[in-house]
Structures are given as structure tokens and as C-alpha cells.
């Protein structure tokens, strides 16, 4: 596709129950990033993925939150449980390449995805 | 891990007026990005400084980075209603964890 898709774009779900949330990277972006963005906030780093592979799973807030890529394309992020203080708005973004040193090649972000846990 | 400080955390401007964003790190960066989201919408990518010093020209936007690589700036000449959202600088740190600054919010007023 043209740019990064994100789905559902809103998605309201009762406390206590399982949602899954994803994400269609550009073609050939090799990077992939999970944020949270809650209301009037910054962008709270989840997870990356390089390829299939998680080398940095840091930011996933609790073991509630798990995150999978398969193909080195599609990635979903997984939260169980929800509780309340999980609603915000989860960003995806793809990058082409992600290496060590001091040109990165920047991201393109998702329209996002609005979690509204009741 | 590293942080960035990133001031003001909120303007709010007469449109014709400048704007200045900053961010300050306490460790060197290897490099630094910008972006603006709109408001409503998702990040946009704007431009990456990688050099000690360098100067980056976007039409009305003036981007900076520190001769010591901890500090950058971002400067909008002449504000324009268009401008409004949130600007937010990051950095790639260790691992290519791409970490983002809290944002400076931009209010234009016409």
C-alpha cells in the first residue's frame, strides 16, 4: 500500500476483555515500531521490530501487552485484560531500514488506532 | 536511558509572529529527527540532522543541531495558521529504539 495501515482505527471494548491491533507496514520497510499516545501526551515507545524479530521489547508496559510480526510484514499487538489506563491511541510506524549509526532512515506513521476501554 | 528535554512545552502565538522549539540532551546524539502532528493526526516526519553544527532550511522552518550534537532547534519564521500542532524532536537511541521528546504544542492565533 501507499503508506502504513492501521486497524481498527477505533475499537471500544469492555475492562477484562482481549483486543488485537493491527498493523500493514510499507512495502519493504524492514523496521517496525509500536507507540502509545495518550490524550494531549507524547509518544510512549512499546516495541521494534527488525524483521521478524523483537531485539527491544522495553517499553510493553506489562505482561498484558504482547506483540508478534510474521513475514517480516504484518505485525499485531495483543493486549489482555484490558483495564481502563490502557485507553489511548496505539501508533504504528515502518521505517526501511533500521541500523546502528548515525543515518536512520525516518518513520512513517499509521493513522493509529483509538482503544477506549469501558 | 537517554532523554531529551524539550521546551516550551506549549506556545501560543499572534500569527506573523516567530516560534522556537528546543531540545536538550544531556549525553551526545548520533543524530536527531523532527516531527509535527497535526492535531487529530499521526506524526509526520520533517527533516534528520546528523552533522555537528549543521543547518537544515524548510521554506519557513530553520532546524539546528549543537556543535556538541546535545541540543537542537527548531525555528518557524512568520507563523501561519497552518502551523499549528505538536512538534516533537527524537532520537534513535542504543538498540534503534527510536525515542521522541514530549513536544512543544503550537497555537496560532489569526
Known amino acids: 500500500g501507499a503508506g502504513v495501515s492501521q486497524s481498527p482505527s477505533n475499537k471500544v471494548t469492555e475492562k477484562g476483555k482481549d483486543v488485537e491491533l493491527r498493523c500493514d507496514p510499507i512495502?519493504?520497510?524492514?523496521?517496525l515500531y509500536w507507540y502509545r499516545q495518550s490524550l494531549g501526551q507524547g509518544l510512549e515507545f512499546l516495541i521494534y521490530?527488525?524483521?521478524?524479530?523483537?531485539?527491544?521489547k522495553s517499553g510493553l508496559p506489562s505482561d498484558r501487552f504482547s506483540a508478534e510480526r510474521t513475514g517480516g510484514s504484518v505485525s499485531t499487538l495483543t493486549i489482555q485484560r484490558t483495564q481502563q489506563e490502557d485507553s489511548a491511541v496505539y501508533l504504528c510506524?515502518?521505517?526501511?531500514?533500521?541500523?546502528?549509526?548515525?543515518?536512520?532512515?525516518?518513520?512513517?506513521f499509521g493513522n493509529g488506532t483509538r482503544l477506549t476501554v469501558t | 536511558g537517554q532523554q531529551v528535554m524539550q521546551i516550551p512545552q506549549y506556545q501560543h502565538v499572534q500569527e506573523g509572529e516567530d516560534f522556537t522549539t528546543y531540545c536538550n540532551s544531556s549525553?551526545?546524539?548520533?543524530?536527531i529527527q523532527w516531527y509535527k502532528q497535526r492535531p487529530g493526526g499521526h506524526p509526520v516526519f520533517l527533516i534528520q540532522?546528523?552533522?555537528?553544527?549543521e543547518v537544515k532550511k524548510q521554506k519557513r522552518l530553520t532546524f539546528q543541531f549543537g556543535e556538541a550534537k546535545k541540543n537542537s532547534s527548531l525555528h518557524i519564521t512568520a507563523t501561519q495558521t497552518t502551523d499549528v500542532g505538536t512538534y516533537f524532536c527524537?532520537?534513535?537511541?542504543?538498540?534503534?529504539?527510536?525515542?521522541f521528546g514530549a513536544g512543544t504544542i503550537l497555537r496560532v492565533k489569526s
Open positions: 510506524a515502518s521505517s526501511f531500514r533500521s541500523l546502528r549509526g548515525p543515518d536512520n532512515s525516518p518513520l512513517h
Open positions: 512495502s519493504g520497510h524492514t523496521a
Open positions: 521490530f527488525q524483521g521478524n524479530s523483537a531485539p527491544d
Open positions: 549525553t551526545t546524539l548520533s543524530n
Open positions: 540532522l546528523v552533522k555537528s553544527g
Open positions: 527524537a532520537f534513535m537511541e542504543y538498540g534503534n529504539k527510536l525515542v
